[in-house]
């Protein structure tokens, strides 16, 4: 075992000199954090972190690579934030939902979260101030969007900072050892329609009872508590209540994903080369009023990436909100022409580094 030894005191050799340049670095975020308070500006900055995991993921040679450049940059990225001003994140809870699976994805570990109960509620927590970011899905792959934030970002006055693409996979836990013994399976309703085929080969028809329940986190603990159930689930919320997982990724579509939006109520982006902008449009009631848009934003040579109609919920009659994604920053001159021609129609929502 004398090479273990050796090889051991290099990789602590190693954590060493990683541990002073961390600390180092943390000096210089001191500085940054110093100057950012004297001009008052902003401490996130999603495109300057989008730009250093980008170069570093050119840079490396080795092993370690882009996903995990992402996985411990983001986390010295939010430790760093941190060390500038303490952030308070809410989010859709419960906690181990995706949503907060996503929330931790980008301010890391020691930021304090706060989950509440609903996607209104965090818009409420960031207007007020009582947090400074906050995150809520915004649509998913599979299943399309998600009204209530779209109907909200129409609402409030709130920017969207930065967009976050998670795939999402569900897990079958169980404290039985066969399916034979199941009787019931709790979790959300999205999560049944998504598990379809997995549902439809592993149980006879009239086997087990589907129980939709409010969260994924719920279900788990029901199952967790009761003989024959089993919860359709995350993994991180299988593992809070130490349920066992007897299948992994039992979803239908291997490219289940869904993007989350961070908002935040300053406007933090500068253009970073690759962005998205996103924002509402509400279009007179007269033949041309959408095409004619369209066509601005053709000639401009921009491209849209979604255009979704929202009820704008306006007296009796039928009006629309269209909520638009376009490649892009709000700075660039192409854009700006088209802000510029139809600007009493639009709500500029956000421009931010585009993820997906
Ligand atoms: C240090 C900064 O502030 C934050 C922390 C960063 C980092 O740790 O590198 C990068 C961008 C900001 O979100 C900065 O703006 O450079």
Redesign the pocket.
């Known amino acids: 075992m004398e090479n273990l030894d050796a090889l051991r005191q290099k990789i602590d050799d190693i954590d060493e000199q990683m541990l002073q340049l961390l600390n180092d670095r943390m000096e210089v975020?001191k500085e940054?954090g110093h100057l950012k308070a004297h001009h008052k500006t902003v401490?996130?900055?999603?495109e300057?972190?989008k730009a250093?995991i980008d170069r570093l993921a050119k840079l490396s040679k080795g092993s370690f690579n882009r996903s995990a450049i992402e996985a411990v940059f983001h986390q010295?990225?939010a430790i760093?934030?941190n060390l500038?001003l303490p952030e308070r994140i809410a989010y859709l809870g419960p906690m181990n939902s995706f949503t907060h699976q996503a929330a931790e994805s980008r301010f890391g570990a020691l930021s304090e979260y706060l989950p509440l109960t609903t996607i209104s509620k965090v818009f409420d927590a960031v207007s007020t101030g009582k947090v400074r970011f906050g995150v809520v899905p915004i649509e998913n792959n599979q299943e399309g969007i998600v009204a209530d934030t779209i109907d909200l970002l129409g609402k409030h006055d709130l920017n969207i900072v930065a967009e976050v693409a998670m795939p999402i996979h569900f897990a079958f836990g169980t404290k039985e050892n066969s399916v034979k013994s199941i009787k019931k399976i709790y979790s959300r309703d999205i999560a049944f329609r998504q598990c379809k085929s997995f549902l439809g080969e592993f149980f006879e028809e009239g086997q087990v009872e589907l129980i939709p329940v409010n969260s994924t986190s719920k279900a788990v603990k029901m199952a967790a508590e009761e003989e024959g159930a089993a919860a359709l689930c995350s993994h991180v919320a299988a593992r809070e209540y130490a349920l066992p997982i007897l299948y992994e990724n039992v979803e239908d579509s291997e490219d289940n994903f869904t993007r989350f939006l961070i908002l935040g109520k300053e406007i933090v982006n500068k253009q970073s080369g690759k962005d998205k902008t996103t924002i509402l449009a509400k279009i007179g009631d007269n033949p041309g009023a959408l095409v004619n848009m369209l066509q601005d934003f053709y000639q401009a040579g921009i491209n849209l990436t979604k255009i979704e109609s929202r009820p704008a919920k306006e007296g009796k009659n039928f009006k629309y909100w269209f909520f638009i994604d376009f490649e892009g920053h709000i700075e660039d001159e192409s854009a700006k022409a088209v802000m510029m021609v139809n600007r009493d129609k639009i709500k500029f929502l956000g421009s931010y580094v585009r993820m997906c």
Not at 43 to 46: K, T
């Open positions: 975020v940054v401490i996130y900055r999603p300057r972190e250093i010295i990225f760093s934030r500038e």
